[in-house]
T-cell receptor, first 114, second 112 residues
Framework: GDSVTQTEGQVTVSESKSLIINCTYS????????LFWYVRYPGEGLQLLLK?????QKGSSRGFEATYNKEATSFHLQKASVQESDSAVYYC???????????FGSGTKLTVEP | EAAVTQSPRNKVTVTGGNVTLSCRQT?????MYWYRQDTGHGLRLIHY???????QIGDVPDGYKATRTTQEDFFLLLELASPSQTSLYFC???????????FGKGTRLTVV
C-alpha cells in the first residue's frame, strides 16, 4: 500500500536559519496521491499546514513551502528563516480520494533555538 | 473552523479493563476517524466511518471496536485493554473527499 517516510525524528535549528524536513512517499496504487504537511503544536491537535494535489506544483503557508516532485517521489518541507514559534512536530501525509483517509510519516520534531 | 472534541484527554486503566474514548464534531461532517500515534510511527488508522451507523475497518483494528451513534459522535471501545494499546489517540473529521481533515487534541491512554 501507500506509505510515507520521514527520516529525521528530531531537528534542531537556530532562529533565523533555514530549514528542510525530508519526506518521501511510496504510492503503489494507480494515479498520484494528494500530499500534505500537518503540524502539531504542544497540547494541540494536528493542523493542516499545506497541501498539494497536483504533481509538479508547490504549496506554501506561513512561510513554509513544499513541492510535489513525482519523479523523486518527494515532498520536502522548507522554510528560509525559522522562528521559535515554529517549534512543533511536523507530519508529512498522503491521501487518496477514498474517504479522505490519511497515511502519515512518523513525524519530525523541530526545535528552534533562540 | 471545525471543532473536534475528544474526551477524556487523559486516561489510565488496568490490563483487561474496559475503556471508551469519545469524540464529537460540531460541523456535521460525514467522515470521522480514529488514529493512534506511537513513538517512531506516524498516525495509524484504527477505524473510520462515513455516516451514522457506518463503520469501516482501518489498518490497525485489532483489539478495538468503534461505533458512530450520530452524525456528531464517534466512539472507540477497548473491551479488554492491553499494555500494547498505551498510545496517543486522535479523532478527526472531514466533510467529504478532498476536503480538509480536522483533528481533536488527542487522548493519552495508559494501560498498566
Amino acid at each position: 500500500g501507500d506509505s510515507v517516510t520521514q527520516t529525521e525524528g528530531q531537528v534542531t535549528v537556530s532562529e533565523s536559519k533555514s530549514l528542510i524536513i525530508n519526506c518521501t512517499y511510496s504510492a503503489t496504487s494507480i494515479g498520484y496521491p494528494n500530499l500534505f504537511w500537518y503540524v502539531r503544536y504542544p497540547g494541540e491537535g494536528l493542523q493542516l499546514l499545506l497541501k498539494v494535489i497536483t504533481a509538479g506544483q508547490k504549496g506554501s503557508s506561513r512561510g513554509f513551502e513544499a513541492t510535489y516532485n513525482k519523479e523523486a517521489t518527494s515532498f520536502h518541507l522548507q522554510k528560509a528563516s525559522v522562528q521559535e514559534s515554529d517549534s512543533a512536530v511536523y507530519y508529512c501525509a498522503l491521501s487518496r480520494s477514498n474517504y479522505n483517509v490519511l497515511y502519515f510519516g512518523s513525524g519530525t520534531k523541530l526545535t528552534v533555538e533562540p | 473552523e471545525a471543532a473536534v472534541t475528544q474526551s477524556p484527554r487523559n486516561k489510565v486503566t488496568v490490563t483487561g479493563g474496559n475503556v471508551t474514548l469519545s469524540c464529537r464534531q460540531t460541523n456535521s461532517h460525514n467522515y470521522m476517524y480514529w488514529y493512534r500515534q506511537d513513538t517512531g510511527h506516524g498516525l495509524r488508522l484504527i477505524h473510520y466511518s462515513y455516516g451514522a451507523g457506518n463503520l469501516q475497518i482501518g489498518d490497525v483494528p485489532d483489539g478495538y471496536k468503534a461505533t458512530r451513534t450520530t452524525q456528531e459522535d464517534f466512539f472507540l471501545l477497548l473491551e479488554l485493554a492491553s499494555p500494547s494499546q498505551t498510545s496517543l489517540y486522535f479523532c478527526a473529521s472531514s466533510e467529504t473527499t478532498n476536503t480538509e481533515v480536522f483533528f481533536g487534541k488527542g487522548t493519552r491512554l495508559t494501560v498498566v
